[in-house]
């Protein structure tokens, strides 16, 4: 007579699902979450000690700027000039009137802004959907990237923070606020345009020509209305300074290409290899994977029926361009996939990633990698290398080889 084979024991997962539910055990989860890295984070500012980079440079500016300084040239610091558009001086500006310009206090609102942060990002996953609840502690889990805000006091927080909060609205389909918002955030820091193609294709998927358009001028009158001061009198001074895209960075300082020797590093022409590299990325991955559901980029971008709006606006009847004023909802898993994807290729293709830079991806890194068909042992694996080689310090050839690997490997598979 056949023996009977014991039931196999359910999981603890299985068991709280079946207790408690899915959406339940993520609010727990996500409570939990939030108590312990306000501890943990508290801690931090209390035990460890600060430690100096920038923070003195970005007081000088400010007095600078406070001391009646227009001229962007002359605004600099101890580690050089001013290189931030001007929402960087407003930001640094208030908190130096709340901290006294007092590192200690910095840390404290530095270390509010962290669980701000985290709470941005907890909601973008929920919208999201698509980590297990027990994945949401990875998010916690960076040693660097605690260091980067409460310990560093960097902008690069500030500009990735403002951007979760624009990625936030376009989960929503929000585009004219989330413009805004993320207009406010490149003024901060330039990082941050690494989102500005994949967010210019979903709004072509997503919104109409006219929408597109009172978007894209709501964010351009964003960065008149704060270059103002610097723009009324030295125009050229400003943008070359603020928006400077020919930055070449010192290669010691390099975690991502330390491999690579510093000769081809500075040079033209492994900028130019990267911008085409990036590029080409861009419009693979829209093309095959973005617009997959449109059948290829061009469908999904349907210039037939933007052209058909731009004839209606020049006809006598413009109001057939807003007849055809249609909204189609995204879906926040794919908004934030499209989002998160073309930032990580930005990344990719960057020539040099500081320790600060770090914080631009680290957020996207556990919601990518359970986009990608790999076993769950495999993602954690990658996210434990990664998060290693950015611990390491100063980077060395292997860490960034490993880190240049890793994010290769984990771009090219990611988007099931």
Not at 195 to 211: D, E, Q, T
Not at 231 to 255: E, M, N, Q, T
Request: with cysteine; hydrophobic share 50%.
């Amino acid at each position: 007579m056949a023996r009977l084979r014991p039931s196999a024991k359910p999981s603890l997962g299985a068991k709280l699902h079946a207790t408690f539910g899915p959406e339940l055990i993520t609010i727990i989860t996500i409570s939990v979450l939030l108590l312990v890295d306000s501890l943990l984070t508290a801690l931090i500012v209390y035990r460890v000690p600060y430690t100096k980079i920038d923070w003195d440079a970005y007081m000088s500016q400010v007095d600078g700027f406070l001391g009646g300084e227009r001229n962007y040239s002359n605004l600099r610091g101890d580690t050089g000039p001013l290189v931030y558009p001007a929402g960087f001086l407003y930001v640094y500006t208030a908190i130096q009137y709340i901290t006294g310009g007092i590192v200690s206090n910095a840390q404290v609102v530095f270390g509010f802004l962290y669980i701000f942060n985290l709470v941005i990002v907890l909601a973008i996953y929920w919208q999201a959907k698509v980590l297990p609840w027990w994945a949401f502690f990875l998010l916690c889990l960076s040693k660097r990237v605690h260091s980067i805000f409460v310990l560093r006091l960097f902008n690069d927080c500030i500009a990735i923070t403002l951007a979760h909060c624009s990625i936030l609205l376009f989960q929503k389909n929000r585009w004219k606020p989330g413009m805004v918002v993320f207009s406010v955030a490149v003024s901060v820091k330039m990082n941050v345009l690494l989102y500005a193609p994949p967010l210019l294709l979903l709004m072509f998927k997503g919104s109409s020509l006219v929408n597109i358009a009172a978007a894209l001028l709501m964010a351009a009158i964003v960065q008149v209305l704060l270059g103002m001061p610097f723009l009324w009198l030295y125009p050229w001074d400003y943008l070359s300074k603020a928006f400077d895209l020919g930055r070449v960075f010192i290669h010691f300082w390099s975690v991502n290409f330390k491999f690579v020797p510093e000769a081809i590093f500075v040079s033209k022409g492994f900028a130019l290899v990267l911008l085409v590299v990036h590029l080409s990325l861009l419009v693979l991955f829209a093309h095959c994977k973005w617009c997959k559901q449109e059948h290829g980029l061009l469908p999904a971008l349907n210039l037939r029926s933007k052209l058909q709006q731009i004839a209606g606006l020049l006809s006598s009847t413009p109001r057939k361009l807003f007849e055809k004023d249609t909204e189609v909802i995204l879906e926040p898993r794919h908004v934030t996939t499209v989002l998160f994807t073309g930032n990580f290729i930005g990344i990719s293709c960057a020539r040099s990633l500081h320790y600060q830079f770090y914080s631009w991806y680290f957020y996207s890194l556990p919601y990518l990698l359970w986009r990608t068909p790999f076993p769950t042992f495999f993602r954690l694996i990658i996210f434990a290398v990664i998060e290693a080689c950015w611990n390491i310090f100063p980077s060395n050839k292997t860490s960034s080889l490993f880190i240049v690997a890793t994010i290769e490997k984990e771009c090219m598979n990611a988007v099931q």
